[in-house]
């Protein structure tokens, strides 16, 4: 008898006991504004890790409301680890007419939200 209480408690515990975990998401948002706060349109924003072929590499460009959207249209960004990331924004090509940049760290199940300040483009002077 207690080795048939013991199975079902057993079986009963392996049933419904176990859960998978899901893995925590590391999602992030980010909104490129000059100096003064005005949202920037069509600026080209790209959040990678600062090393040679880096896995996590979202591009995408802003809309009229200054968010980063990729060329689906999503602008909630998603990776599966904790990372920093650096994120550069631009408008204007070869040199830029602004130009911004900084890091953000992706935190577990959370949303991060960062704003990118774009500062008219210095030559020597631009970087992070």
Same mark, same amino acid.
């Given at each position: 008898?207690?080795?048939?209480? =013991?199975? $079902?408690?057993?079986?009963?515990?392996?049933?419904?006991?176990?859960?998978?975990?899901?893995?925590?998401? =590391?999602? =992030?948002?980010?909104?490129?504004?000059? /100096?003064?706060?005005?949202?920037?349109?069509?600026?080209?924003?790209?959040?990678?890790?600062?090393?040679?072929?880096?896995?996590?590499?979202?591009?995408?460009?802003?809309?009229?409301?200054?968010?980063?959207?990729?060329?689906?249209?999503?602008? $909630?960004?998603?990776?599966?680890?904790?990372?920093? $990331?650096?994120?550069?924004?631009?408008?204007?090509?070869?040199?830029?007419?602004? =130009?911004?940049?900084?890091?953000?760290?992706? /935190?577990?199940?959370?949303?991060?939200?960062?704003?990118?300040?774009? $500062?008219?483009?210095?030559?020597?002077?631009?970087?992070?």
């Amino acid at each position: 008898m207690k080795y048939i209480c =013991f199975v $079902l408690v057993f079986a009963a515990v392996t049933l419904f006991g176990c859960k998978k975990s899901t893995p925590p998401s =590391f999602q =992030f948002t980010i909104e490129v504004v000059d /100096e003064n706060g005005t949202p920037i349109q069509n600026a080209t924003v790209r959040a990678t890790a600062p090393v040679v072929n880096a896995i996590p590499d979202f591009t995408g460009q802003t809309g009229i409301d200054g968010i980063m959207t990729d060329i689906d249209g999503v602008s $909630l960004f998603e990776y599966n680890m904790p990372a920093v $990331l650096q994120v550069t924004a631009q408008k204007g090509n070869n040199p830029p007419a602004v =130009f911004g940049c900084g890091y953000i760290k992706l /935190e577990a199940d959370s949303v991060v939200n960062m704003k990118i300040i774009v $500062l008219p483009y210095v030559v020597g002077v631009a970087g992070c």
